[in-house]
């Protein structure tokens, strides 16, 4: 990497980059254009873009560090179908995306204030068509309880970085994405006690 290579390196990335492409292999549309919120590194980006050619890959962070990364990660790939990323904050509307066919948002919800779930939902409703999908990738609480004792440890430590993060409940996930009018259409388990949840708009918000 030479020294004005910014790109960050996540082992956690790399470790599950294929499961999730497993997972929107099935779930997303042919073609158009998908926007991924809370990019990070930027390395899922260009995987999924690299992977998925028909598919028009938007990444976006709000965090400058990681905006430097993804800007690089793009550059390096020389992909066609992979745009550099928009700075914006989930929280703050409108975005700046007018459409999209999908939005993926990996390990998100978690390291946000709760505050970031409603919002997702509400701008992707803005933004995606009737049918169009949100999948949502990360630990999650399923009836009030965790499913691992790691994700119990994992949730203290997330608490001890920000008291507004988070291992969230399921539920209340759902709940959310139901007001935005986006039905749970699938739960899918996934390596190291992650689920990846694929919301279905069905109709207008509430």
Avoid: K
């Avoid at 990070?40 to 028909?54: K, N």
């Avoid at 997702?120 to 499913?147: I, M, N």
């Amino acid at each position: 990497m030479s020294p004005l290579d910014r790109r960050q390196f996540s082992p956690s990335a790399e470790r599950n980059r294929d499961p999730i492409l497993s997972v929107l292999r099935r779930v997303l549309p042919a073609a158009g254009g998908v926007l991924e919120v809370g990019s990070g590194t930027g390395e899922h980006a260009v995987h999924f873009a690299r992977h998925l050619p028909a598919l028009r890959w938007q990444p976006s962070e709000a965090d400058p560090a990681a905006l430097a990364s993804i800007t690089d990660w793009v550059a390096h790939s020389a992909l066609a179908n992979v745009l550099p990323p928009l700075c914006f904050d989930l929280a703050a509307t409108p975005w700046p995306v007018d459409a999209a066919d999908a939005i993926v948002a990996i390990n998100v919800l978690h390291y946000s204030p709760w505050e970031t779930t409603p919002a997702l939902f509400a701008g992707a409703a803005e933004v995606l068509p009737a049918g169009g999908v949100v999948v949502c990738y990360g630990p999650y609480r399923r009836g009030g309880a965790h499913t691992a004792p790691s994700n119990v440890d994992f949730d203290e430590w997330l608490r001890s970085v920000d008291p507004r993060f988070a291992v969230r409940d399921l539920e209340a996930v759902e709940a959310e994405a139901q007001r935005s009018g986006f039905a749970l259409e699938e739960v899918v388990d996934m390596p190291a006690n992650n689920f990846s949840l694929v919301f279905r708009r069905c109709r207008s918000p509430a």
